[in-house]
């Protein structure tokens, strides 16, 4: 699978990356062979949250990876933190207390990427700071960044966090693509000139953070997928005459859409289905034209000014 440099960071990561958060639907065996399949395809970089299934799809990661000193040296293993029941925390506290946890249950000494998860309202940022010089200099964390944030959230821990923040996870795709479709209604007085996000799609560009589109395969928050749904016939029908001409599946060519943005994105799947995740991964060969591009665009709706 093709490659990317993560941020500004010297980590080669693979432009699919296979996220965790569904792995505890799975039995023993069925995860094995899921994390087995992504490994024999090389996608080797793995999305965490602390927060999913309470910690439990860590556990079964590690346990289906027969995590050892050996098997730990061929992944790339990143989680999240700063979710709780009820609350958000970016505490220093929380932060280090909550890495604790996540590297005892991927039964690992490290992690390579930790992400803030959603932005705390109460963030003081000289904690955060003191958080992630701890995990740095004890080695429990490489690398740093943030997940669901608007430029100036990030511009505020950048005053005081001294390490890069190479990531930025964020909802993102062909039916949720407000952060594109809002960079060319400039000075419209449409609904879609509204920015909603701070510009994050050409900060992040700017500054050397990759993004990470989550769910990049539904519609809304959590509604359902696009793929295949009869509440978009056109977009189907677009996608479906894209992906007979390359000879791939509809999910591959979802993904490829996201991977032919010049921002060099890596999505993040959510499948625990080793086929689909087959397909996600072949998206990685997969060159969209201008004018495919721009035609699965305007088949979600979204028009041009």
Not at 160 to 179: E, G, R, W
Not at 280 to 300: H, N, Q
Request: proline share 4%; glycine share 6%.
């Amino acid at each position: 699978m093709k490659t990317l440099k993560l941020g500004t960071s010297s980590l080669d990561v693979p432009v699919v990356a296979v996220g965790c958060m569904r792995i505890n639907s799975l039995d023993r065996q069925a995860a094995e062979r899921f994390v087995q399949t992504a490994l024999d395809e090389g996608a080797n970089f793995f999305d965490h949250a602390d927060i999913y299934g309470n910690g439990t799809c860590e556990e079964i990661f590690a346990d289906a990876v027969h995590m050892s000193s050996s098997v730990r040296e061929r992944l790339i293993l990143q989680s999240k933190c700063g979710i709780r029941p009820g609350t958000f925390d970016f505490s220093k506290e929380h932060i280090l207390a909550s890495v604790d946890g996540i590297l005892k249950r991927l039964k690992t000494d490290y992690l390579d990427v930790l992400l803030l998860h959603r932005p705390d309202a109460l963030v003081e940022p000289e904690e955060v700071a003191a958080a992630f010089d701890e995990l740095e200099q004890s080695g429990k964390v490489r690398h740093f960044g943030v997940s669901n944030q608007h430029p100036r959230q990030i511009d505020l821990l950048k005053k005081y966090v001294k390490q890069p923040l190479i990531a930025n996870q964020l909802q993102l795709s062909i039916t949720n693509a407000t952060m594109i479709t809002s960079g060319f209604n400039v000075n419209m007085e449409n609904a879609e000139a509204v920015n909603r996000d701070g510009g994050i799609l050409d900060y992040c560009r700017l500054n050397d953070i990759t993004i990470q589109p989550w769910s990049p395969f539904q519609f809304g928050f959590f509604e359902g997928v696009f793929l295949d749904n009869p509440k978009f016939p056109e977009l189907n029908r677009k996608i479906d005459e894209v992906a007979e001409h390359y000879g791939v599946s509809n999910t591959t060519i979802a993904i490829a859409w996201l991977l032919r943005h010049p921002a060099h994105m890596q999505p993040v799947t959510g499948t625990t289905n080793v086929e689909r995740l087959r397909d996600c991964i072949r998206a990685s060969d997969i060159t969209l034209t201008r004018e495919e591009w721009y035609g699965i665009l305007l088949a979600a709706g979204n028009k041009l000014p």
